[in-house]
Nanobody
Framework: QTQLVQSGGGLVQPGGSLSLSCAPS????????IAWFRQAPGNKRERISCVSRNDGLISLEYRFKGRFSASRDKSKNTVYLQMNSLTSGDTAVYYCAAAPSYCSGPDSEFRIWGQGTQVTVSS
């Protein structure tokens, strides 16, 4: 019963925007940090952002500042990733993942994964 259900993704033109959602089922955001990752073919998986358990503090990797933002809606038990000014370099499979620790922990702490969603930026 413990899972992460993702929504969003798809095809978007360069310069466009896209929003992704991640809804935990069977656990609450008070208890798990939720991070967004992405992985492009031939590339290393990289962390984009993290919403910390309990206090909801948000971290965002420097390379994404100004274009991407993460948020949390506790009433809906859902986290979001808003992506703007998309380029072809953003084409990847995007995942959300949960960890029973704070965002300062290593990536290995994220052991509950969403199904992933393809984001393709192309004209």
């Amino acid at each position: 019963q413990t899972q992460l259900v993702q929504s969003g993704g798809g095809l978007v033109q360069p310069g466009g925007s896209l929003s992704l959602s991640c809804a935990p089922s069977g656990f609450h955001l008070d208890d798990y940090s939720i991070a967004w990752f992405r992985q492009a073919p031939g590339n290393k998986r990289e962390r984009i952002s993290c919403v910390s358990r309990n206090d909801g503090l948000i971290s965002l990797e420097y390379r994404f500042k100004g274009r991407f933002s993460a948020s949390r809606d506790k009433s809906k038990n859902t986290v979001y990733l808003q992506m703007n000014s998309l380029t072809s370099g953003d084409t990847a499979v995007y995942y959300c993942a949960a960890a029973p620790s704070y965002c300062s922990g290593p990536d290995s702490e994220f052991r509950i994964w969403g199904q992933g969603t393809q984001v393709t930026v192309s004209s």
